[in-house]
Antibody
Framework: EVQLVESGGGLVQPGRSLKLSCAAS????????MAWVRQAPKKGLEWVAT????????YYPDSVKGRFTISRDNAKSSLYLQMNSLKSEDTATYYC???????WGQGVMVTVSS | DVVMTQTPVSLPVSLGGQASISCRSS???????????LHWYLQKPGQSPQLLIY???NRFSGVPDRFSGSGSGTDFTLKISRVEPEDLGDYYC?????????FGGGTRLEL
């Protein structure tokens, strides 16, 4: 059974950093592109980062480019999202997703507030 | 970025009835490889999104055949026949032909 379990969320002040993790199991992690998608409270979905199978290629929308870094450790079947210079508008539930969203984690809440 | 326009925003339905959701893109979603990367998701209340349809018309594993997707180019439709209680929630389309991937604004299917 495919499982994606996010961790690392919480309350953080504006301008600070936070790192999210996603532990994957039930499939060959190194064979899949992975992504982070977020959802602000009572809002729609926004794609925030994608990483290739080897980790050599990463993609970000302008809204997070230069502040967020996606990475992976295939040996540990783990995905990460380093979030720097956080803003209040980054407040959201962050989901780890496999490929084009065939499978999603349960999500982790990030609240950016002073 | 490709803008995905979903309609309607809210869709009242009756159990056992049919529902249709439209998703239009601001540019063609046909990739240079000939595929069209338009997908549909359902987010039930309090849950993560789940994939229903991938690449326009392919049902994901375990998705009942009451769900069907169609369309081409810039105009796509998700149809749900014989609506059941577990079908209620927010539906989203996603294009991943062009970077960055972009979602539609969502359609709430409700009684």
């Amino acid at each position: 059974e495919v499982q994606l379990v996010e961790s690392g969320g919480g309350l953080v002040q504006p301008g600070r950093s936070l790192k999210l993790s996603c532990a994957a199991s039930g499939f060959t992690f190194s064979n899949y592109y992975m992504a982070w998608v977020r959802q602000a409270p009572k809002k729609g979905l926004e794609w925030v980062a994608t990483i290739s199978t080897s980790g050599s290629r990463t993609y970000y929308p302008d809204s997070v480019k230069g502040r967020f870094t996606i990475s992976r450790d295939n040996a540990k079947s783990s995905l990460y999202l380093q979030m720097n210079s956080l803003k209040s508008e980054d407040t959201a539930t962050y989901y780890c997703a496999r490929g084009n969203g065939g499978y999603w984690g349960q999500g982790v809440m990030v609240t950016v507030s002073s | 970025d490709v803008v995905m326009t979903q309609t309607p925003v809210s869709l009242p339905v009756s159990l056992g009835g049919q529902a249709s959701i439209s998703c239009r893109s601001s540019q063609s979603l046909v990739h240079s490889n000939g595929n069209t990367y338009l997908h549909w998701y359902l987010q039930k209340p309090g849950q993560s999104p789940q994939l229903l349809i991938y690449r326009v018309s392919n049902r994901f594993s375990g998705v009942p055949d009451r769900f069907s997707g169609s369309g081409s180019g810039t105009d796509f439709t998700l149809k749900i026949s014989r609506v059941e209680p577990e079908d209620l929630g927010d539906y989203y389309c996603l294009q991943s032909t062009h970077f960055p991937p972009t979602f539609g604004g969502g359609t709430r299917l409700e009684l």
